[in-house]
């Protein structure tokens, strides 16, 4: 990507209501397994620098950097999963939630699947999962921000009823 170029992000918005959870007898081979901090930090971290390794920004995380993201934003255990597929470490979730003048969101934050897998419906199974746990928490709205170019994260989203929200240019 040209650094010059200003990146384009795309707001989406999930009213909850709308969303019935299709997961029974879905993800076969999918496990997730709550993350654990003292245990898990390393694995993360060498998953979202392969899932990202083309993302600008979010590629090239050290250690650093994903325990200050860690500290922003985790607030429940349920708030960050690792998938595993057929027993193998193969993608994540992570949700952060915002509360603004007592309007209460929970952002899809960060997921993705290692790129040998993707297409097999796990990214599918993760976003189904997280809208889960989001309405088990009561929110009534999900926000998930992607960049405008992401074409196969947008259908992703879109697939489950989110609608574009607005663009912000970085
Ligand atoms: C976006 C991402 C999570 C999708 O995961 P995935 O496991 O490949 O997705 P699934 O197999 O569940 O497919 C779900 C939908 O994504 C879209 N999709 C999947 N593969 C696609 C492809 N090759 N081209 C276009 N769209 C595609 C389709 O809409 C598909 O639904 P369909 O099968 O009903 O057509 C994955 O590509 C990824 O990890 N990308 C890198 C990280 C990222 O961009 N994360 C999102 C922003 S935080």
């Known amino acids: 990507m040209d650094a010059r170029r200003k990146r384009r992000i ?11 959870s299709d997961l029974p007898g879905k993800g ?9 901090r003292g245990r898990d ?20 995380w050290n250690m650093d950097t994903l325990i200050n993201k860690l500290n922003e ?10 998938l595993h597929y057929e027993g193998e470490p ?27 897998l993707r297409g097999l419906g796990l990214g599918k199974y993760l976003v189904s999962s997280a809208l889960d746990v989001i309405k088990k928490l009561g929110y009534s709205t ?16 879109e697939s489950f009823g989110f609608r574009f929200d607005f663009i912000e240019e970085l």
């Open 142 to 157: 999900a926000w998930v921000y992607t960049d405008e170019s992401n074409t196969r994260a947008r259908k992703l989203y």
């Open 28 to 36: 076969g081979g999918c496990k997730l397994v709550l993350f654990q």
């Open 90 to 116: 193969s993608g994540f979730i992570w949700l952060k939630h915002h509360d603004q003048s007592g309007f209460a969101v929970c952002e899809i934050f960060v997921m993705g699947v290692l790129d040998k």
């Open 73 to 82: 934003t985790i607030k429940f255990d349920s708030d960050l999963q690792i």
């Open 10 to 20: 795309v707001r989406y918005e999930l009213p909850l209501k709308q969303y019935l």
């Open 41 to 60: 930090e390393s694995l993360l971290l060498a998953l979202n620098n392969q899932i990202f390794s083309e993302h600008p920004d979010q590629g090239s």
